[in-house]
């Protein structure tokens, strides 16, 4: 169907297919963050860091470099949220860390900070969010172009 000029609507289609794009993207970044999370409680082992650097602004960090238990000399950041409560570490400042052994460089959480799976939530509630309201948009989308055709097709008689 050729759309007339002027039609705000998108095409179901594309929305349908730009919203199974969102969906996909929420749910992977949701598994990747719980997995990461988990990866922490599961297997993570403790390990005195040095604090480097400290970015402050919208998105302050904490970074942080540590020896693993085989070694290795790794420098990471502590997680958004994952920061021990009280005054933030400054540089040079020892903080324990807890680390996943698989991939330190990955995740790290201040030993002295709890648990904590705000961001995994939060992307959780988005993911369900959009797997809801997408579809429904959609159908809502198809069923308003029906109601069109079926106007214009009146109107042509």
Do not use: C
């Not at 990866?39 to 602004?57: D, E, F, I, N, P």
């Not at 860390?97 to 698989?102: C, R």
């Not at 330190?104 to 002295?112: I, S, T």
């Amino acid at each position: 169907m050729v759309r007339r000029f002027g039609s705000s609507r998108p095409s179901p289609v594309l929305f349908a297919a730009l919203g199974a794009v969102v969906i996909s993207v929420l749910v992977v970044a949701t598994w990747h963050v719980w997995s990461n999370d988990n990866a922490l409680s599961a297997r993570g082992q403790q390990a005195s860091g040095r604090v480097v650097k400290v970015t402050t602004g919208k998105h302050s960090r904490v970074h942080v470099e540590f020896r693993t238990a085989d070694g290795r000399q790794v420098r990471s950041t502590i997680g958004q949220g994952d920061e021990a409560p009280g005054p933030r570490a400054k540089a040079g400042d020892v903080v324990p860390v807890i680390y996943d052994p698989l991939r330190p460089e990955d995740d790290l959480r201040d030993a002295r900070a709890p648990e904590n799976h705000k961001v995994a939530h939060l992307l959780l509630g988005a993911t369900v969010l959009a797997v809801v309201a997408i579809p429904l948009a959609t159908w809502a989308g198809i069923r308003a172009r029906r109601r069109e055709r079926s106007a214009s097709t009146a109107e042509e008689r």
